[in-house]
């Protein structure tokens, strides 16, 4: 099922801010996992990934933290940007097969 | 460089006529081939996937089915459309399993 909850969660933030989007998965196998970002009408576009064997991995502006112990998965922008705002999706291998599981998303709005 | 094109961008279809969407990709060989559908304000479904030509591996039981005649083409198609097939589909591909995926653009399909 859905590792997040039915409804779309959002997360208003100040532009220069640093915005922190979570996730919450649901099986302890799962070993890989990605944020992807969507903009309004268009395809998921990959971000950052990182792989149970870590905690933390750093890209440019983004930050990606798991912690296994509580299933839990955080996406960190630093200084976010009006070009930020879209819908962020994290995604969990769930340890079978090609099935990378989405979870329902949060919409980041950055105000200017 | 690799792309992945899907068309048509929007549909609208009346219930009970077929669907056909396609999707290829160019610039890699024997992709994952991948179709998702995305509810309004919910996350990614996975429908169907694909590791080669012939190849396909459904997730859900669905009014829709898949299909694979080209190493980088993909099909999506319905032989009658229900009001609940609405929805963003997507198609994306992964050079291996559950790895990074690339989204097109995806596909607003209407029915009514």
């Known amino acids: 099922g859905e590792s997040v909850g039915l409804h779309l969660p959002t997360l208003s933030v100040q532009e220069g801010d640093n915005s922190i989007i979570n996730c919450a998965y649901s099986n302890s196998a799962s070993d890989y996992f990605i944020w992807y970002k969507q903009e309004s009408g268009k395809g998921p576009q990959f971000i950052i990934d990182?792989?149970?064997?870590?905690d933390k991995r750093q890209g440019q502006r983004v930050t990606v933290l798991l912690n296994k112990t509580v299933k839990h998965l955080s996406l960190q922008i630093a200084a976010t940007q009006p070009g930020d705002s879209a819908v962020y999706f994290c995604?969990?291998?769930?340890?079978?097969?090609?099935?990378?599981?989405f979870g329902a998303g949060t919409r980041l709005t950055v105000k200017p | 460089s690799q792309t992945i094109h899907q068309w048509p961008a929007t549909l609208v279809q009346p219930v009970g006529s077929p669907l056909s969407l396609e999707c290829t990709v160019e610039?890699?060989?024997?992709?994952?081939l991948y179709w998702y559908r995305q509810a309004a304000g919910r996350g990614l479904q996975l429908l169907f996937y694909s590791v080669g030509i012939g190849q396909i591996s459904s997730e859900v039981p669905q009014n829709l089915s898949a299909s694979r005649p080209q190493d980088r083409q993909f099909i999506l198609s319905s032989k009658k459309l229900l009001l609940s097939d609405s929805g963003f589909y997507l198609c994306a591909w992964s050079v291996f399993p559950n790895t990074e995926a690339f989204f097109g653009q995806g596909t607003r399909l209407t029915v009514v």
């Open positions: 995604a969990e291998n769930m340890g079978r097969g090609n099935d990378m599981r």
């Open positions: 990182i792989r149970s064997n870590m």
């Open positions: 610039g890699t060989s024997n992709p994952n």
